[in-house]
């Protein structure tokens, strides 16, 4: 071969590598230059393009929390109370007094859900707004709830409502013709025999009508009224502070007692703590009922 011809083979193969050279060299910087304009886009515009398309699912995911909230069942269970008795028993005869907070002489509270005057006698109810099954009976500490094949106990009603009559006991200064009814609304059904007092959605109305003979005169009526009324402390957030204080002092040092007096809130994530039992050791212990998605704690 003679020498001009090898030296022109040579120089078209340095030929071909340069072309392959310049074009990987091309090649990858338009990849990296994607690839940088990919990383200079403002995350942010895409945030912000997310949630323009889902902004208008964040109030119904608000809506619904609240409406599942046990704050909101137990003023809706009051609420239909409270309208069975406008509705159902004459108001010229049965004063009504709602959600009143009253202070005891030991320095207590307790916040009671509804209270009759009339003259037939003086009924306190309490309001349970409750699904699934009850158990309970009148001298159980704690009563049960199954819901779904799931068991959560809570206190007595027929206890908790004592606590209410003996302040009216105290305030009026008589203990007779003071009447404890305690009514469950809800979708519930009763697995257990209850005591007389103890009632599903309207039944304790027929009970209350069952007094029928006259005890108070119309003054004696109108003046425990106006003496119970008074004796409500104002309905504020320091009356609520002060009422979850006493909670906490007569049951214990459980720091997340609503003023319902039952309920225990998780302090994480606002949904009701439920009693639950250490499978190994056997010791009980209060549990968030919106585990696992918070694990919170508390001891009893």
Known sequence: MTLWRHRLLVGQRRGYRVCFDSFLIYFLEKKYQIKATFQMLDTSSILISIFSSIWYFIPIILLIAFFKSPYFKGKAGEAMVNTANRTRLDKSIYNSIEDITIKMHDGTTTQIDHILVSKFGIFVIETKNMKGWIFGSKEQKRWTQNIYGKKHSFQNPLHQNYKHTKAIEELLGFKENIHSIITFVGDCDFKTDMPHNVFQGGGY???????????????????????????GLEKTRNTNKMHVSSLKNR??????????????????????????????TGAKFLGCSNFPICKNTEQI
Not at 252 to 279: A, P, Q
């Open 205 to 231: 109305i027929n009970y209350i009508k069952s007094f029928h003979k006259p005890i108070f005169t119309t003054s004696s009526v109108s003046k425990m009224t106006h003496k119970i009324k008074n004796a």
């Open 251 to 280: 049951h214990g040092k459980s720091s997340n007692i609503t003023i319902n007096e039952v309920k225990i809130i998780c302090k994480r994530c606002g949904n009701v703590m439920k009693e639950r039992e250490n499978k190994k």
